[in-house]
Structure formats: structure tokens, C-alpha cells
């Protein structure tokens, strides 16, 4: 373990200070009255509890105090998503140590992962579900391609349950779940709030945020809350003026950006509501449908290129991403006799719109094809009168998602020594998929078919589904000492269809021998040369067995040209599959030695459905598994001052998903070898007066226990094949550190409040990619800490704040990427935000 580096000492020096003030407070000030005993048990409609070291999760589908949860969890109660202002992702998963994420900066683009358990590369649209569950409420929102970046507001607490959760979660939580629980209608009274923030970023623009809830009681047994928001990101990386030259001579074409050029470019804006309604049919049945609505628009690039300039960018095309999405709930709780009913049912529908420059694709083809001429040369980059042209592309790309999730569970009551909750589950997942990479003037025999213009196009339709059934028993041996074991019975059934690739023949060379235009032998495998005909061969084999009056087959996916990603049957073409089924499992030791004391062990095991690999000469790749063994002990001591919980464990991932950037920019998804991850967390807590103090962290050693090959191969010595990753290397994207640390105290002075807060984090340095060359190309991800403050006063009605966030400026490396497989050139980095000043107001009323 390494602790120089270069932000730790910092956040070291900082939180060893906040250690400690509690001391010398408390000679200062009254003892404290002693803290609440812990509340009743409520129902999960209800809002978060928290009262000094107290906090009531539904981790394990039961309201229950967190320190009685046999789980390594964090939470986030609606106190401190507050405190610390949270409104997205980025700033909850900041304060989260066990998860980290890897992304382009821009909104709903994250892939999240928990406990190192990240081979990189997720995220295509037609690649690997993710290996992290996201809730919201009793629904599923886990999606592929990016998370759905939910703005946080009136949120009852955020669970991070690290681990897999694979017995009451499911497929997509083989790393560990994150749950995000709304605050729920209140027939008690009517309220509400309002919160208002203005804020600088240091060397971008101006930020605005404006957030509203109410709470209205109908009836005695329903009620009504509504929820509202705005918010405006202000942008801070630079689009500054350059120009690009393409061959075939030197000089030949050139551009240049002027036309988009900008500072602060990549602004974003997000826009929305929420709406609840709890009907109580009667003392034992509540009804509460809900639905969200969120439009995010963003622009710009969210990384910048060092090669250009701090913060700054030299890009060629417009680049933004429309993200809407609409979630409609119903969830009933009821009983029947003693036993606890409860459906959980939802449908999501999620659209997104994006252009993104793709210059930096033909600069590097260009350079690496300059013996043939470039790109025009060797690609025939020309227009229909034979000139050459630009070869920059423009990719044009869209996504509708939907899902439809139901859950029905039941469960035993609480009180008794012998505890049951089981269940049935499924879904379905459908994503449209359209990605159009454009050149501009491109000839028509050049484009694909019915898409002038078009170099290369995605239109597939990709549908997952998933079922299960699912159960946990629980029994007192003794008075403090329980049992727990669970299991899951999982189906999958994932299917792929559509066309990919080129159009008629842009690879082959003008007056090659037995190469006649437009679909000749040296066409490219994929694209319309790969597109199925009427006998059921593809368009290349037909032509090279020397047949005429080939007619395709139609577009299984209504836009694209034909169909070459699916299978021939029965004079048609049928989407490609990938089935299978298994069991996860759980079991779990819990002992009390004393009241405020808890030891558990665990063991269990997650996983990631197989899929399908859109080559037809890239094999499917098959569902990997995650066995977890765990220790953890929690403690709540000093009368309710501390709270202190630590878990370790080691997990053993077998044959991990890697998707990567194979040939020619082409995501490819393998098996990889098996991996082991070791791992320590923590959290602290200590409340005394006004006087509180967080500390948490997660230690993680991911490495690879077998070679990491360039092709496949079971026996894993490479041989004839390049080693990309020697066994003992690290995992990517996950630090071995990440700390958060928050002090916060509070004075009464008259009838108002006044507070200062210090929040800091750290996190060590992190692989950019699994594969050794890559990582080295790219640089590794560079370890740093941000400190934030706050200052502020609350009164009855209202507050106010001023903050400033990453007081230092570092520039801390969230994520690296490339546009494609030899890009490596310019690799752009994900940054923290920079240094930000704001002000903030809230009313209640």
C-alpha cells in the first residue's frame, strides 16, 4: 500500500485536524443530552429517519436501522444530501467511496462501478449490461450506455450497497446497487420549500439552480407531493482555434474550426419534476403511482486535450446530447393476514440526441494510411464528380431506451424469529439504436445505401430480458445470533438485430484486378457486403459465387439499408440470441456479541448476463460471476457518539466481460480471465452537539490472475499471441484509495443557526485501461484531492449559504479517454469542476 502521493498528505492533514476538534469542543461546551433510542420500525413510503447516529434504510427490502443490516452500506440521508448540496451524480458518487465511474464528463454517459470490479470499456450501446444496479424507489433504472443521471431533490437518502446483491436485486447488481429513495406524500400537514443558487466557476461562466417541492394533504388517507427543478452548469473548457491538414499532398486540405469556436463550451442544462400521490385504501393497503419527467441538454466536450491547452479543446464539428427520459410508477403495499404484500411496477422511456466531432478519427487514419495517400487515397475519400474531399466526419447518434420492470414480493413479519421474503421478478429492455457517421459531399457509391453522405451507419434493435424468482430465510438461532440464506433462479433471453458497417464498397482499390465497383470482392465483411439476400447467402459470398439477380433482403430495422446482423431462417432473417439461466446465492452469519455491537460474515455471488458480439467473426461472449466473501463489524458506541462500521472481504470474478476498441474503431466483447479484489471499507461517524464529523473510506486491490491474451485463449499463456495484460496487473478505473471526509458544527445564536462545514476527498492513482500499452499511451489516471467549505446561517423559514468548492483548483483526472482504437495521439481527460463561488438561499413554508 502506498500512501505518498500526491493529494493524500493534504486530506490526511485535514482530517487528522477534524479529529481533533470534538475534544477540544466538548471542554468547551454543555455535555449533550443523550441521543433518541432508535425509532420504530416504518414503512419505505415513509421519509428517511435520521436522529443523531440513527439512520432506517431498506437495503434488504425491510425498513430497518442501518447498523442492523448485515451489508457493507453507506447512505446519504436527506440531512446530508442537504449539507453537501448533492443534485447529481458526480456529487453524490464524490461521497461514496466504494464507487467510482467512467465517462465522458457529460450527463448520462457514466458507467458506475463498486469495489474495483471494472475491466473499462463498458458503455456501447451493443455491449456488456452493467455490472452496477441503479433504483429508483422499488423500480429499476439501470440502463446500458450511461447512467440515468437522476437530479437529486427532496430524496429521502441514497444507498450504496456494495457487494453483490444478486439474491433480492437481480442481474445488473453484480458489483453492488446504488438505491435512490424519494420522500414520499404526507397526509400530516401541508408544506414545502423552495432553494435558489447562484454560482462562478473560477475560469468559466455563471451557474444557476432553482429547486421547489410541496407537500398537500387531500383527505385524511391521501396525499399529493410535487416536485420541481432548473439548473444551468456553467461551462469551463475552451473550444480554441485550430486547423487540421489531410493528404494526399501535404497541405492538400485544410480546415479550420472558426466557426465553432467558444469559451466555456460545455455548458449544461437540466429541467424537470416529480410527482407522488399515496392513497391509503384502508388501514392495510396504500396505492402510490408516481411519475418523473427530466430534460437534460448539454454541450461542448466535458474533456479537455493537454496537447491543446489547460481546459481547452481545438474541435471541428457542433458537439451536444439531448437527454429526456419519462419513469411512470405504481407501487402497493398491502397485508394479507400478518404478511407484508408489496408490487413494485414501472415503465421508463428515455431518448437521447447527439452530434459529436469525429476529426480526430481521420487525422489518425489519415496519418496511418499516408503511404497510400491518406484516407483518400486509400479509402477513395471522393465525391461524385471524383474530387477529393474533406474526410472529416460528424457522427450523428440516438438512443430510445425503454423498460418495463415488475416485481411482486412477500414477507414474513419482522418481529418473529423466523423471517421469509421472496418474490417473482421481470423485465424487459429495449434500446433503438442509430449512430450515422457523416462525410460531408461523400459520393453516393461511397455512402451507404439510401444515406448519401453516410460513411458508415448503426441501426439495430437490441431487446434484453430478464426473470426470476427469488427468496431469503432468516432465523434467530439465538437472541443474537441469526442466519440468513437466499437465492435467486435467474432466465435471460438478449437478442440483437439490424445492419452495421459500410455502404456498397468504400475500402476497395480503384482498377484492382477482379474488384469491379460497387460490391466486389475486397469489400469490407461488415456493412451492406455482409447483408443477407433472398437464397440466404450474404451480398459478398453471392457475388463471389458468381450469381446475378441478387435482390436483399429487407431492413429488419426500419432506416437501415438491409440486414446483416442476425441469422437466416426460413427465408428470413431472425435476431441473433443469447440464452441462459442459472442461481446466485447469499449466505450470511450475523452475531451480537452486546447491544451496540454487530459481526457478520458473508458469501455470495452475483452476475452479468452473456450477450452477443455484432461480428460475425468475434464469438458471443458468455455471463461472468462474482463470488464475494465478506467480514464486517458494525458498532454504535459512547452512548450514541460514535458509529464506526469496517468491512473486508475478497472477491473472485471469473472470466470478466472486457470490451475494448478492436480493429478499425470496432467494439469487441471477450471473456477475460479470471480476477481477485481484495478490499477494506470504513466509515465514522461522531455526532456531539453541534458538532459532527464523517469519515469514510475503501481501500481496493483488483488485479488479474492469468494473462490477459490479444485473441482468445483458454489456457491463457498467450502463445502465439500478444500478452496485453501480464497476470498481476491492476484493474483499471478504480483507485486503490478514495476517502470523503466531512466537519460540520453548528451554533444556535439567537433564533438563528450558523454553520461552517469543511468537506474534503481523495482518491490515489488509477489504470486508464486494462491493457498495458493502452494505459501507458493514455497516462494513468493522476491522484488528487478537493476541499470544499461552507458558511452559512438558518433560520425558522430560511437560509443562507455561501460555498466555495475545489478551493485549490487541482485538476483531478475523473477519466481518460480516445475517439477510437489509434487515437492515442490525443487523449482527452474528465476533470473535476474547477474552482466555484456561489451563494445559496432556501425558504420553507
Keep these: 500500500m502506498r500512501f505518498v502521493t500526491a493529494g493524500l498528505p493534504r486530506f490526511l492533514l485535514m482530517t487528522s485536524t477534524a479529529l481533533l476538534a470534538p475534544a477540544t469542543v466538548a471542554m468547551a ?12 420500525v416504518v414503512p419505505d413510503a415513509a421519509p428517511a429517519a435520521e436522529e443523531g447516529n440513527v439512520i432506517i434504510v431498506t437495503a434488504q427490502k425491510r425498513s430497518e436501522n442501518l447498523q442492523n443490516v448485515p451489508i457493507s452500506i453507506q447512505a446519504l440521508s436527506t440531512q446530508k444530501l442537504d449539507q453537501l448540496h448533492v443534485s447529481d451524480f458526480k456529487s453524490y458518487t464524490q461521497q461514496l467511496p466504494s464507487v467510482i465511474s467512467q465517462n465522458s464528463g457529460t450527463p448520462g454517459t457514466n458507467i458506475i462501478y463498486m469495489r474495483g470490479v471494472a475491466s473499462g470499456g463498458d458503455g456501447n450501446h451493443s455491449g456488456p449490461l452493467p455490472s452496477v444496479g441503479v433504483y429508483l424507489d422499488e423500480q429499476p433504472v439501470t440502463t446500458v450506455g450511461g447512467n ?29 446497487t446504488i438505491r435512490i429513495i424519494t420522500n414520499k406524500p404526507d397526509t400530516t400537514g401541508y408544506y414545502g420549500r423552495m432553494d435558489a443558487e447562484v454560482n462562478k466557476v473560477g475560469p468559466g461562466g455563471v451557474g444557476v439552480k432553482v429547486e421547489g417541492m410541496v407537500n398537500i394533504p387531500l383527505s385524511q388517507k391521501a396525499a399529493l407531493r410535487v416536485v420541481g427543478f432548473y439548473q444551468k452548469d456553467a461551462g469551463y473548457i475552451d473550444n480554441v482555434a485550430g486547423t ?33 400521490l399515496k392513497v391509503d385504501l384502508d388501514d392495510n393497503w396504500t396505492v402510490t403511482p408516481t411519475v418523473m419527467y427530466q430534460d437534460t441538454r448539454s454541450h461542448g466536450s466535458y474533456g479537455y486535450d493537454p496537447k491543446v491547452g489547460d481546459l481547452q479543446v481545438q474541435h471541428f464539428f457542433p458537439e451536444y446530447r439531448h437527454d429526456t427520459f419519462v419513469q411512470a410508477a405504481l407501487t402497493v403495499e398491502g397485508k394479507i393476514g400478518s404478511w407484508d404484500l ?3 411496477g414501472a415503465y421508463l422511456d428515455r431518448k437521447t440526441f447527439q452530434s459529436s466531432d469525429y476529426t480526430d478519427y481521420a ?8 503511404s497510400a495517400g491518406g484516407l483518400a487515397g486509400y479509402a477513395y475519400y471522393k465525391d461524385n464528380a471524383g474530387n477529393t474531399i474533406d474526410p472529416r466526419q460528424q457522427i450523428f447518434g440516438s438512443d430510445h431506451f425503454k423498460k418495463l420492470s415488475q416485481e411482486l414480493r412477500i414477507a414474513s413479519p419482522s418481529t418473529e424469529p423466523l423471517r421469509v421474503v421472496g418474490g417473482l421478478f421481470y423485465q424487459r429492455q429495449s434500446n433503438l439504436i442509430h449512430q450515422d457517421y457523416q462525410v460531408a459531399g461523400l459520393a453516393d457509391d461511397l ?63 480503384q482498377g484492382a484486378d477482379d474488384n469491379p465497383p460497387p460490391n466486389g470482392a475486397g469489400s469490407s465483411r461488415t456493412g451492406v457486403a455482409g447483408c443477407y439476400t433472398s437464397d440466404g447467402l450474404t451480398l459478398r459470398d453471392a457475388q463471389l459465387a458468381g450469381e446475378t439477380g441478387i435482390s436483399l433482403l429487407p431492413a429488419a430495422v426500419a432506416g437501415g ?38 459481526v457478520y460474515g458473508t458469501i455470495s455471488r452475483g452476475f452479468r448476463p452473456g450477450g452477443i458480439n455484432r461480428r460475425a467473426d468475434v464469438a458471443p461472449y458468455r455471463s461472468d460471476f462474482l463470488t464475494n466473501y465478506e467480514l464486517g463489524m458494525k458498532t454504535t458506541l459512547f ?83 500478444e500478452i496485453l495484460a501480464p497476470k498481476g496487473t491492476r484493474l483499471p478505473i478504480t483507485p486503490q484509495w478514495k476517502l470523503a471526509s466531512t466537519l460540520r458544527y453548528a451554533k444556535n445564536v439567537g433564533e438563528a443557526k450558523v454553520y461552517g462545514q469543511v468537506n474534503a476527498t481523495f482518491q490515489s492513482s488509477a489504470a486508464s485501461d486494462l491493457r498495458v500499452y493502452m494505459a501507458n499511451a493514455m497516462g494513468w489516471l493522476q491522484p488528487f484531492s478537493q476541499v470544499n467549505l461552507a458558511l452559512g446561517t438558518e433560520w425558522r423559514k430560511y437560509s443562507l449559504e455561501f460555498f466555495m468548492t475545489n478551493v485549490a483548483d487541482e485538476r483531478g483526472d475523473l477519466s481518460r479517454y480516445i475517439a477510437c482504437s489509434i487515437c492515442t495521439s490525443r487523449t482527452y481527460i474528465v476533470p473535476n469542476q474547477p474552482r466555484t463561488f456561489g451563494v445559496r438561499l432556501g425558504a420553507k413554508f
Aim: net charge neutral.
Design 29 to 40: 461546551q454543555e455535555a449533550a443530552p443523550a441521543p433518541a433510542s432508535p425509532p420504530t
Design 148 to 176: 440515468l443521471d437522476v437530479h437529486i431533490y427532496d430524496i429521502a437518502r441514497i444507498e450504496s450497497l456494495a457487494g453483490p446483491q444478486g439474491t433480492l436485486y437481480g442481474a445488473s447488481s453484480e458489483a453492488g
Design 244 to 276: 487540421r491538414c489531410f493528404l494526399p499532398t501535404d497541405g492538400g486540405i485544410c480546415v479550420n474550426n472558426s466557426k465553432y469556436v467558444k469559451k466555456n463550451y460545455n455548458d449544461t442544462e437540466v429541467a424537470g419534476g416529480r410527482a407522488a
Design 342 to 344: 408489496t408490487y413494485a
Design 363 to 370: 487525422e489518425a487514419y489519415d496519418s496511418l494510411y499516408s
Design 447 to 509: 455512402s451507404v445505401n439510401g444515406h448519401p453522405g453516410t460513411l458508415w451507419l448503426t441501426q439495430q434493435h437490441r431487446i434484453d430480458k430478464d426473470y426470476a424468482i427469488f427468496g431469503e430465510v432468516s432465523y434467530d438461532i439465538f437472541h443474537n445470533l441469526t442466519a440468513t440464506a437466499g437465492g435467486r433462479y435467474f432466465k435471460y433471453d438478449n437478442s440483437l438485430i439490424g445492419f452495421f458497417g459500410f455502404g456498397r464498397n468504400p475500402g476497395y482499390y
Design 561 to 598: 439499408p438491409c440486414t446483416n446482423l442476425g441469422d437466416y431462417v426460413n427465408g428470413g432473417v431472425v435476431p441473433k440470441r443469447a440464452k441462459g439461466d442459472g442461481a446466485t446465492y447469499r449466505f450470511n452469519l450475523t452475531w451480537k456479541p452486546m447491544h451496540d455491537v454487530m
Design 639 to 721: 452512548n450514541g457518539l460514535l458509529r464506526l462500521n469496517v468491512a473486508l472481504y475478497q472477491q473472485n470474478w471469473k472470466d470478466f466481460q472486457f470490451a475494448y476498441l478492436g480493429a478499425n474503431s470496432f467494439t469487441e466483447i471477450h471473456n477475460g480471465p479470471d480476477a481477485r479484489i481484495r478490499g477494506v471499507e470504513f466509515d465514522a461517524n461522531v455526532v456531539k452537539g453541534g458538532l459532527s464529523l464523517n469519515v469514510g473510506g475503501a481501500y481496493t486491490n483488483a488485479t488479474t490472475r492469468k494473462n490477459l491474451c490479444s485473441v482468445d485463449d483458454p489456457t491463457y499463456t498467450c502463445a502465439g499471441s
